[in-house]
């Protein structure tokens, strides 16, 4: 079983910024990637970003050219580092591992999310 603990989120004023972390603790076998979600009252979830364990990442146009995705391979930390922020990017943000806890055991986990409210 492993556990995903988001941190970072707050209030932040347009054209802020704003570096989330989501620590996993927990045992992991093989980590596929990890990433970023958010979901905005009344939408569905959507994709942020994601990174491999090669390096490789992934932005969708939610997250492309304001937004930086890393890990710390470590310790399994991966923060989203948010610039120019704006009011649509108001959102509870979720991290996702997406990992063999155990040989051949493939799961997606998710964390409880942290709010981000982008307002002046």
């Known amino acids: 079983q492993l556990e995903l603990v988001e941190s970072g989120g707050g209030l932040v004023q347009p054209g802020g910024s704003l570096t989330l972390s989501c620590g996993a603790t927990g045992k992991i076998f093989y980590l596929y990637y990890m990433g970023w979600y958010r979901q905005a009252p009344g939408k569905q979830r959507e994709l942020v970003a994601t990174i491999d364990r090669s390096g490789r990442t992934d932005y969708t146009d939610a997250g492309k050219g304001r937004f930086t995705i890393s890990m710390e391979y470590a310790g399994y930390t991966v923060h989203l580092q948010m610039t120019h922020l704006k009011p649509e990017d108001t959102a509870r943000y979720f991290c996702?591992?997406?990992?063999?806890?155990?040989?051949?055991?493939?799961?997606?986990?998710w964390g409880q999310g942290t709010q981000v409210t982008v307002s002046a």
């Open positions: 996702v591992a997406d990992v063999e806890s155990r040989a051949f055991n493939r799961e997606t986990y």
